[in-house]
């Protein structure tokens, strides 16, 4: 299904005029340098393609023929490649493997296009060229440090050798020429056709080799069976192989904007046609950047409408998309997770996401949180290394699938609300508690009324109301003592929230001390109204609350300190009219 799915991909992009995708048997590759010839094989100069600002400096892309499979062995390309290859030299290779490396080159060019005019000068120049020659450009030290690839062109030609149409033609036929098929029927295709042994590699998977790693590969007699080799043992066609991965590579690329990191899964996506979900699915889930922190917004909030209007901007609802996870395993790819459905399906469990993470917050507070902002706040010293990677993937596979959050969501936000220094119950905490409630709720019929976006007194939550308890607590504790540095948060939350029975009577007690401290008389009596409206919820402190309840807890504290919070510039004014 996902080696189909890609194929259609390939072929919806190559059927423009205009496709960034290559035909069989080529691909494009960066060639940060070309050796630039005269019409009898002579060498002019090495022109440096790259280009950009500072040290950041990107290689120009050119079509050439597809490389072949790198391995520890020795393999050169047709027409392009390495310095090592080109010319023998590395400043880290072994000297006796770079003499064969050179004669590997060599001999792929004589032996597949010495024929052709323009590649037989070609030749005669790599055979008579001395290293002295080349040192006398400027671009030399560059190349023989970095050991990029190489490739040529003559002086009055604009574009490479391996593109002059007599040389294409001869590399298309030496192509046909050079693999033994072996004839079978394509898994994907479903017809009979040459099969492909050896599958191109993917790149572009973070954590996984430079080299690339592949979906299909059998490279131990223990995967194989009934005497079957390599690819033979999952038949993929080679134009399907060749459609297949150059889709994945081409949506796996650097720029591209149909790709995101989610935890150690690098995830791509695209629908069947174009369109607009398609570029900006990423927008939904990746944290905006800081010189536009409201890039993104809109896009949110036309999904968000997109359920009322029944369609993403102009897109069909019906339109199908397809999501792909994909981790490293060695010089393997792990599939982490893999969705197809229709545009308005996801946009609708992507709304949900939204609506299930929305909360009352300051105003300095994005309106929306990214998915990045959502697991960086749950890991460890809020660093986003340290996010638990099978978090992210099944969170993901949650929001795409609208399923319960993972029970490990509700687990981490309240382990790191509690291993907190400070205690702190941030926005974007109580966001992903709250939003982990509502969906177990809503799932497994929860009898309880769930917590909702603000404050609301008539919940039926022992724990919600004794995380109200204590934020007013707090409260107080601060205003008896202003700049104060450390409050019962910082003491007793942990316990309050996890064994109520052991703290708060003490915590009671403390806060009659507290209030003897106020100088407002009608701040006393406004507290005492909260406390005893707040009380009345429940006849006795709980010994143990469970971990959805410890949740309650949390989501009851934050929205009563926001609510204090919300009213503070009301309560100040009054105090300035001795009302308070």
């Known amino acids: 299904m996902i080696l189909h799915k890609l194929k259609g991909y390939y072929d919806r992009l190559s059927s423009h005029e205009d496709s960034p995708l290559p035909q069989p048997g080529w691909e494009y590759k960066e060639i940060p340098f070309i050796i630039v010839l005269d019409d009898n094989g002579g060498f002019v100069a090495i022109e440096d393609t790259r280009e950009g600002d500072g040290q950041i400096l990107r290689a120009k892309e050119f079509l050439v023929p597809q490389g072949v499979k790198k391995t520890s062995g020795i393999a050169a390309?047709?027409?392009?490649?390495?310095?090592?290859y080109v010319f023998g030299v590395d400043q880290k290779g072994d000297p006796k493997r770079l003499v064969r490396q050179r004669e590997a080159f060599l001999e792929k060019l004589r032996s597949e296009l010495g024929d052709v005019k323009e590649v037989a000068t070609l030749i005669s120049f790599l055979e008579n060229v001395t290293i002295d020659k080349l040192m006398e450009d400027p671009n030399w030290d560059e190349?023989?440090?970095s050991n990029p690839n190489l490739?040529?062109?003559?002086?009055?030609?604009?574009?490479l050798i391996c593109r002059i149409p007599r040389v294409v033609e001869a590399i298309e036929t030496s192509q046909r020429m050079a693999e033994r098929w072996s004839k079978g029927i394509c898994l994907v295709t479903g017809v009979e056709t040459d099969i492909k042994k050896l599958h191109t590699a993917i790149k572009g998977v973070y954590g996984a080799q430079t080299s690339g790693g592949n979906i299909v590969s059998f490279n131990l007699d223990a995967f194989e069976s009934y005497g079957k080799k390599q690819g033979l043992n999952a038949p993929v066609g080679a134009s399907a192989e060749f459609a297949y991965t150059t889709a994945l590579n081409y949506l796996l690329r650097r720029e591209s904007k149909q790709r995101m990191s989610v935890g150690d899964a690098t995830t791509v996506f695209w629908t069947e046609e174009d369109s607009s979900f398609e570029k900006d699915f990423a927008q939904f889930f990746s944290e905006p950047p800081k010189s536009d922190p409201s890039m993104g917004t809109?896009?949110?909030?036309?999904?968000?409408?997109?359920?009322?209007t029944g369609a993403y901007f102009d897109d069909p609802s019906d339109l199908e998309f397809n999501i792909l996870g994909l981790s490293p395993n060695a010089a393997r790819l792990s599939v982490r997770f893999w969705h197809t459905g229709t545009v308005g399906e996801f946009a609708r469990n992507?709304?949900?996401?939204?609506?299930?993470?929305?909360?009352?917050?300051?105003?300095?507070?994005?309106?929306?949180?990214?998915?990045?902002?959502?697991?960086?706040?749950?890991?460890?010293q809020d660093k986003s290394e340290n996010i638990p990677p099978n978090l992210a993937g099944d969170m993901m596979c949650s929001i795409l699938t609208?399923?319960?959050?993972?029970?490990?969501?509700?687990?981490?936000?309240?382990?790191r609300v509690q291993s907190d220094t400070t205690g702190r119950v941030t926005p974007v905490r109580?966001?992903?508690?709250?939003?982990?409630?509502?969906?177990?709720?809503r799932f497994y019929g929860n009898q309880k009324k769930e917590v909702g976006e603000k404050m609301d007194v008539s919940q039926s939550s022992v724990g919600y109301h004794l995380g109200r308890l204590f934020a007013v607590l707090e409260k107080i504790q601060e205003?008896?003592?202003?700049?104060l540095n450390a409050t019962i948060r910082e003491r007793y939350y942990g316990a309050a929230c996890g064994t109520p029975v052991t703290v708060f009577a003490n915590l009671l007690r403390l806060k009659n001390h507290h209030l003897a401290k106020l100088e407002s008389k009608g701040r006393v009596v406004n507290f005492e109204r909260m406390l005893g409206e707040i009380m009345l919820n429940f006849s006795d402190f709980p010994a143990h609350l469970d971990l959805h309840e410890q949740g309650r807890f949390a989501i009851g504290y934050y929205h009563q300190r926001q609510e204090l919070f919300s009213k503070k510039e009301a309560v100040e004014e009054m105090q300035s009219r001795g009302e308070y």
Do not use: C, Q
Not at 153 to 158: A, I, L, Q
Not at 356 to 368: A, H, L, N, V
Not at 431 to 441: H, N, P
């Open 430 to 441: 109580a966001a992903t508690i709250k939003a982990y409630l509502v969906r177990y709720s």
């Open 151 to 159: 490739s040529f062109r003559f002086h009055t030609d604009p574009y």
């Open 143 to 145: 190349m023989v440090r």
């Open 479 to 483: 205003e008896a003592n202003p700049g």
């Open 402 to 415: 609208n399923t319960p959050y993972p029970t490990t969501l509700l687990n981490a936000a309240l382990r």
């Open 77 to 84: 390309n047709l027409l392009w490649d390495t310095v090592a």
């Open 350 to 380: 992507i709304r949900s996401y939204f609506d299930d993470f929305t909360i009352d917050r300051p105003s300095y507070e994005p309106p929306y949180y990214s998915l990045w902002r959502i697991l960086v706040n749950l890991a460890t």
């Open 298 to 308: 809109e896009k949110i909030r036309a999904l968000i409408n997109s359920v009322d």
